[in-house]
Each structure stands twice: as structure tokens, then as C-alpha cells.
């Protein structure tokens, strides 16, 4: 059984999957509680990880020294909450010798997706009126990618995606899609479509399933090597820049 985990937005996902199918899972955001999210409520990452983590496992009867490895989200996405789930990870990783695998978390989200085929655009919102995507085209199970992940003005996203899109529907997923929802039809109109992606498996179950595809060909990371896919410098990088 692999335990993938997803802390790169902030909803955090953890999440136990066996041979591709889920086994348990714990959601968490801020907002109201709802079935859907029974772990959300107060507190960060950093005080709600392990609680979560014990929860999957206390449900479905194992202990960490069970899994067979840890698949763990590393952005592009929050600063600080990608470095939770990294460190998390690693501790775990080295305290208990369970090998780790890491997963880009915009494919991780691409992955979530149910019900669709065609183009898939995983936008999270990165702040600063920017966002993080990528473009991929889904077949049945199979995703394929078509970009880079970027950082860069949802506008500059979506000029590139009616070039490549050739008059084709693209459904746009995650946090950024319904920041920019109006955006995304004033430049694709009827061929736009966005989500949340409420409906589909979480992150971490995502992650988890594309981290058993890894192992599967044999691609273990180590966990001292394993880092934080940023794209761009990190607020204290950029005044520690500026103080030189």
C-alpha cells in the first residue's frame, strides 16, 4: 500500500491506495465542515498532517512499518505548504526506512480527473495575479503532456492554449480555474470549461496512484533529494536578493 500525500494548496489530501484503488482518504480546507471534508476546521498543515496521517491508517487497521512507500506532491504550489509535506515526508521516510517517490502536483491534478476526454489545463492560483499550469490531453486512463509546468499571467496561459487547443475544448481544474473563470470564457467562450474538481478523487489519491506507476518501473527517489517544485523564488529568497 502506497500514502500519498498533497499539501501544495490549501487543501491538504492525504491518502492510502492499494494496487490503484483507494482504501481511505482524509481532506482537509479551511471552511465549513462537510462530509466531504471531515477534517476541515481550524489550523495549518503543519499542526494537521500527521493527525491526518494517523487517521487513514487507524481506519484501515495499519501502521506506517505496513506501507510499501510514501508518494509525496512537490508543487509547483504553496511555498509553505509544499515544505511541510516534503519535510513530513522525508521524516517519515527515514524514521521508518519506506521508500518515497516524488509526483509534480500539476499532474497529480490533471490525474483527478473523472468523466472527461480531451484537454485538461490544471491552474492553481500562484498569487501576485499569476498562476501555475500545464496542458495535457486525456484518453481513458491515459494522459498525456503537452507543456511545461508554468508560472506565469493566466492571459499569457490561455493565448498559448488557443494556439495549441486548434478549436478544441479544454476543461481548466483546480483553485485558479474559478479565480479565472471569466477570463477562461472571454478567451475560449463555449470551449472553456472550469472546476474546482469537488467531484473528483483528491490530490493525494492522484498522487499516490501515479507514485505506484513509478514504482512500478522501478523510480524511487531519495528523500535527501527530494525538492520543492517552486518555479519562482520564494518571498524570502526575493528580499534576501534585495538586501545584498
Known sequence: MILGIDTATATASVALVEDGKLVGEEIRRAGKQSDRFPSEGRGNHAETLLPMVGTVLKKAGISLSDLSAFAVSIGPGSFTGLRIGLSTVKGLAYG??????????????AARVTGWDGLVCPLLDARKKEVYAALFRKEAETLERLSEDLVCAPEKVLRQLKSLADGASCLFVGEGAKVYESLIATFLGDRGFSTLGESYPSVAYAVARLGEEKLSRQEFDSPGSLVPLYLRPSEAELKKGLGR
Open 96 to 109: 521508518w526506512e519506506v521508500p518515497v517517490v516524488g509526483v509534480p502536483t500539476l499532474l497529480a491534478v
